[in-house]
């Protein structure tokens, strides 16, 4: 079994990374900048924040959380999301989801600058994702794809499903594989027989959010298995949707949690950040 140590493929981006920031610096005379909006304090989206604020600084590169009360307006949302629009220092924009229930996602993705979508989020970003568009790309399924670039893992003319249809990693994660030119399936909570499904599959990207929900009965020897899950048991413990202990023993390779997917989303975050710093320098 080969373990697909995401941790190790985005220290290595992550290194190339820093060496891009001090190459922005040279030529514009400030660094890449990332703000962050979140809005209340769940506290597993706090701990993902500072990830990503942590990771920043780490390459160098500037960054700011912009922690919003609970119960800030809809307005008073979109008009921070505004004036970030309007920073000329501001490259990238995320706002950390799940936002609460009496927020209007739509229209809160409608309103951030698509040349300062980090997230790769934006309806803009998503079309052209799919009209092959040089552009940002969401950063789960961007990590993903690098994963399996750099333990070569071919996906030209195989079989890969993914099951999962989120706008955040599942519909993204099948643009990119089709890219890659992998044969894909979409499977979700409303696919039939599922283990029929994944069974001739060669690549299984997991994204269903069911903690520990996918055991051995659905891998065999062929499958390279990776998952985007990420759960917190009753005694802390973090795990994916498949159940690593029982199916690592099977496939032929896959990611662990953590230390697979979730290090990969960060570092792709500050890669689409610089890229679009660039982009949007280079048209001023
Ligand atoms: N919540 C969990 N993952 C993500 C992500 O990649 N981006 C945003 N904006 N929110 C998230």
């Given at each position: 079994m080969i373990l697909l140590d995401g941790r190790k493929v985005a220290d290595d981006l992550k290194a190339k990374l820093a060496l891009d920031v001090v190459e922005f610096e040279k030529a514009?005379?400030?660094?890449?900048?990332?703000?962050?909006?979140?809005?209340g304090n769940d506290p597993a989206s706090m701990v993902y924040v500072k990830s990503k604020h942590m990771a920043?600084?780490?390459?160098?590169?500037?960054?700011?959380?912009?922690?919003?009360?609970?119960n800030v307006t809809q307005a008073n949302l979109e008009n921070e999301i505004q004036k970030l629009n309007n920073d000329?220092?501001?490259?990238?924009?995320l706002v950390q989801l799940p936002v609460?229930?009496?927020i209007d996602l739509t229209a809160v993705l409608k309103t951030i600058d698509p040349k300062k979508d980090a997230d790769g989020l934006t309806f803009l970003s998503a079309g052209y994702l799919w009209s092959d568009f040089e552009h940002v790309q969401p950063c789960t399924p961007s990590g993903v794809i690098k994963i399996l670039d750099f333990y070569n893992i071919p996906l030209k003319g195989k079989r890969a499903v993914v099951i999962?249809?989120?706008?955040?990693?599942?519909?993204p994660?099948?643009?990119?594989?089709?890219?890659?030119n992998a044969t894909v399936t979409i499977a979700h909570s409303g696919t039939e027989n599922l283990r029929h499904v994944v069974q001739d599959a060669e690549v299984v990207v997991v994204a269903a959010g069911k903690m520990s929900f996918f055991g051995s009965e659905y891998f065999n020897k062929n499958h390279v298995v990776v998952d985007v899950g990420i759960h917190k048991d009753l005694n802390g413990k973090l795990g994916g949707d498949v159940k690593f202990d029982e199916v690592s023993a099977v496939v032929k390779a896959i990611t662990p949690v953590p230390g697979g997917v979730g290090p990969m989303t960060i570092a792709c975050l500050l890669?689409?950040?610089?890229?679009?710093?660039r982009m949007r320098m280079a048209k001023a």
């Open positions: 514009y005379h400030r660094k890449p900048c990332l703000k962050v909006i979140i809005v920043c600084q780490k390459v160098g590169m500037g960054s700011e959380i912009i922690n919003l009360d609970s000329n220092n501001v490259d990238g924009i609460p229930k009496h999962g249809r989120s706008q955040i990693v599942g519909k994660m099948a643009a990119l594989l089709l890219k890659k890669e689409n950040t610089i890229k679009l710093a």
